[in-house]
Antibody, heavy 120, light 107 residues
C-alpha cells in the first residue's frame, strides 16, 4: 500500500517560513513525479506545485511563485516544500500527492495532510 | 489558465438514487480530467481519471463521461458511504485547476 506522510506544519507569523516534508513508501519514488496541493479551511482544493522525478522540471501556482520552492531527495524517498514570506492566505492543509500513470498526470495517492496556520 | 466549473454546488439525494455532477472547462482539455471524492477531515481519493477510467478499487456504480469541455460524474445507485464532496480536476497543462466542489447531501 502506498503511503505518503506529511510533516512540518504548524503556526507561523506572517512573513515567516516553514519547510514541509513528505515521506513516501513503498513505491519507486525516484521514478514518480510528485505534487503539493492545499486546502484552506472550509474551501476547495488548490494545486500548489509539481516536481518531475529527477527534479529537472518544477511548476508553481501563480499564488506561490517566488515564495515557495519544491524539492526532493530520492535517496531518502522524501519530498519537500520550502515556504517563505508566508501570508494569512497560505493558511491551509497541505497534501502531498503522487502522480498516476504517464504524463499528463492525475494524482492517485494522497497523504493525510499537514496544517499550516499563518497568524499574528 | 483553464477554469473548471462544477454544477450543482450542492445536491440532496437519497440512498438508491442516481446522481450526476457536471464539470465544465473554460477551454478544451481533451479527456485529461479526474474526479476525486473527499470526506470531512480526510484526504481526497481518486475515483476517475482520463474522464472515464475507473481507478482500481473504486465501485462500479461510479462512472465518468465526456471530453473537450463538458464532463459528467454519475453515481448509479447512491450508497450511504457516497455522501461526500466531489471535485473535478483538469491535468491538460499547468497550472492544474480544480472545480469548486459539489457537496452530496442526504435528503
Amino acid at each position: 500500500e502506498v503511503q505518503l506522510v506529511e510533516s512540518g506544519g504548524g503556526l507561523v507569523k506572517p512573513g515567516g517560513s516553514l519547510r514541509l516534508s513528505c515521506l513516501a513508501s513503498p513505491f519507486s519514488f525516484s521514478h514518480s513525479a510528485m505534487n503539493w496541493v492545499r486546502q484552506a479551511p472550509g474551501k476547495g482544493l488548490e494545486w500548489v506545485s509539481s516536481i518531475s522525478a529527477t527534479s529537472n522540471y518544477k511548476y508553481y501556482a501563480d499564488s506561490v511563485k517566488g515564495r515557495f520552492t519544491i524539492s526532493r531527495d530520492n535517496a531518502k524517498n522524501s519530498l519537500f516544500l520550502q515556504m517563505d514570506s508566508l501570508t494569512v492566505e497560505d493558511t491551509a492543509v497541505y497534501y502531498c500527492a503522487r502522480v498516476g500513470g504517464e504524463a499528463p498526470y492525475y494524482f492517485d495517492y494522497w497523504g493525510q495532510g499537514t496544517l499550516v496556520a499563518v497568524s499574528s | 489558465d483553464i477554469q473548471m466549473t462544477q454544477s450543482p454546488s450542492t445536491v440532496s439525494a437519497s440512498v438508491g438514487d442516481r446522481v450526476s455532477i457536471t464539470c465544465r472547462a473554460s477551454e478544451s482539455i481533451s479527456y485529461w480530467l479526474a474526479w476525486y471524492q473527499q470526506k470531512p477531515g480526510r484526504a481526497p481519493q481518486l475515483l476517475i481519471y482520463k474522464a472515464s477510467r475507473l481507478q482500481s478499487g473504486v465501485p462500479s456504480r461510479f462512472s465518468g463521461s465526456g471530453s473537450g469541455t463538458e464532463f459528467t460524474l454519475t453515481i448509479s445507485s447512491l450508497q450511504p458511504e457516497d455522501f461526500a464532496t466531489y471535485y473535478c480536476q483538469h491535468y491538460d497543462s499547468y497550472p492544474y485547476t480544480f472545480g469548486q466542489g459539489t457537496k452530496l447531501e442526504i435528503k
